[in-house]
């Protein structure tokens, strides 16, 4: 429900995060000015060249991709090949984007597909969930897409890859049904199911059908077969309604954090911690990831940073920047980097999210940064591309 992604024009909105308190949000609308005016000067040495460096390298990207010698700079946790009316980039023109910057990426389409409504736009064709009051529908195939996408690969690019599905209903007791279909339909090459959405501003409500909800038993279901089968989750759901009133209950996060609870399996990644285009972070939002992380009931509960509105929000005071960069060097192995990109045509602009963090990458202890960028991504996929094929192994003919 959930997916802004595409032809996005400016950003996402990040939810704001609270485990249960109904701490007062503070606004860092103001701050975000500031971001963009004091970029520049922010960033210490080490991260700011990196980004400069992907910036400014983007028109010499070598076609090949070949890991430079130093390694690549980052695995995308976060990338959506197709968009909301499943049209997308060609795989291998992707990889000569990927160049040798980016190593692995966690690869997926987009599960909702915008109805072109005669009825509501006539001849317009929307190819985005803003253009229309038309619901959106889940289109399955988009599993069969990334599948075939992938296997067109040769064998040293699909190392490269992990696959996501995401074709299903999660407000459907067959979710799961469907998750395991495909998985031995096309064995050998999905890692995890996601982006996947419960909650999502301007989305949720257009999606046709039942709408989906944390409380849900078929997202229990999704979950516990996810957990059976070793697939990472990368799920999307807003840490609160876009428009609260002052003081009111932030119940989402309730519901986020006791779902997680449930499914102590599961390696779930929260996309966007929780934060979104319109959707605020909350005066209490460190705390709030702070209370999250330290639960010994949420061990498996990681923090993806993508999209270029969460970072609007992360980056956008040097205050902000320095309390986010403590928090991710107190919890090293918790948070990933993401693009959130979709179908994105040039190297310059999938790595804008990452140009856009060089000031708090620039704060990131070495090791922090490295598990941020690449090591947490490697640990969590490359377990689950072994549990993955365990699985199948045991399940496929
Ligand atoms: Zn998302």
Same mark, same amino acid.
């Given at each position: 429900?959930?997916?802004?992604?595409?032809?996005?024009?400016?950003? $996402?909105?990040?939810?704001?995060?609270?485990?249960?308190?109904?701490?007062?949000?503070?606004?860092?609308?103001?701050?975000?000015?500031?971001?963009?005016?004091?970029?520049?000067?922010?960033? %210490?040495?080490?991260?700011?060249?990196?980004?400069?460096? %992907?910036?400014?390298?983007?028109?010499?990207?070598?076609? %090949?991709?070949?890991?430079?010698?130093?390694?690549?700079?980052?695995?995308?946790?976060?990338?959506?090949? @197709?968009?909301?009316?499943?049209?997308?980039?060609?795989?291998?023109?992707?990889?000569?984007?990927?160049?040798?910057?980016?190593?692995?990426?966690?690869?997926?389409?987009?599960?909702?597909?915008?109805t072109w409504s005669y009825g509501n736009t006539g001849d317009f064709a929307p190819t985005y969930y803003l253009q229309t009051d038309a619901p959106l529908y889940y289109y399955s195939f988009t599993d069969a897409v990334i599948a075939t996408a992938y296997r067109s690969l040769k064998e040293a690019d699909r190392a490269r890859f992990d696959p996501m599905i995401t074709g299903f209903n999660p407000a459907d007791m067959y979710a799961a049904d469907h998750i395991r279909r495909v998985l031995t339909t096309f064995p050998g090459v999905f890692s995890g199911i996601g982006e996947f959405t419960i909650h999502k501003e301007f989305v949720s409500a257009k999606i046709a059908g039942e709408t989906a909800s944390l409380l849900n038993p078929a997202l229990d279901r999704i979950l516990d077969f996810a957990g059976e089968a070793g697939l990472v989750v990368l799920l999307h759901n807003d840490i609160d309604m876009p428009f609260p009133k002052p003081g009111q209950d932030p119940y989402l996060v309730v519901q986020? $954090?006791?779902?997680?609870?449930?499914?102590?399996? @599961?390696?779930?990644?929260?996309?966007?911690?929780?934060?979104?285009?319109?959707?605020?972070?909350?005066?209490?939002?460190?705390?709030?990831?702070?209370?999250?992380?330290?639960?010994?009931?949420?061990?498996? #509960?990681? #923090?993806?940073?993508?999209?270029?509105?969460?970072?609007?929000?992360?980056?956008?005071?040097?205050? @902000?920047?320095?309390?986010? %960069?403590?928090?991710?060097?107190?919890?090293?192995? $918790?948070? #990933?980097?993401?693009?959130?990109?979709?179908?994105?045509?040039?190297?310059?602009?999938?790595?804008?999210?990452?140009?856009?963090?060089a000031p708090l990458l620039a704060q990131l202890t070495p090791e922090a940064r490295q598990k941020l960028l690449r090591g947490n991504y490697e640990r969590l996929f490359d377990e689950a591309r072994r549990k993955v094929r365990a699985w199948e192994r045991e399940h496929v003919p």
């Open positions: 429900m959930a997916y802004e992604h595409r032809s996005r024009p400016a950003a $996402r909105a990040c939810p704001r995060l609270s485990w249960g308190s109904t701490a007062g949000r503070v606004n860092l609308a103001a701050a975000a000015a500031f971001l963009f005016a004091s970029l520049p000067a922010i960033a %210490a040495p080490a991260a700011t060249t990196a980004a400069s460096t %992907a910036a400014a390298t983007v028109a010499a990207v070598p076609a %090949a991709g070949a890991p430079p010698a130093g390694g690549y700079i980052l695995n995308d946790t976060h990338f959506h090949l @197709t968009n909301y009316v499943q049209e997308g980039l060609d795989i291998h023109e992707f990889l000569k984007i990927m160049g040798n910057k980016v190593g692995r990426v966690a690869l997926f389409g987009i599960p909702l597909q915008q986020m $954090r006791d779902l997680i609870r449930r499914h102590p399996r @599961t390696m779930v990644i929260w996309a966007h911690i929780g934060l979104g285009r319109v959707v605020h972070p909350v005066k209490d939002q460190l705390g709030i990831m702070e209370r999250g992380l330290t639960d010994p009931g949420l061990k498996h #509960l990681h #923090l993806d940073i993508s999209w270029d509105e969460v970072a609007k929000y992360l980056v956008a005071t040097p205050e @902000t920047t320095r309390l986010v %960069a403590d928090l991710i060097n107190r919890y090293p192995d $918790r948070f #990933l980097f993401g693009t959130d990109e979709v179908a994105t045509a040039t190297q310059e602009k999938y790595l804008k999210v990452f140009d856009m963090y």
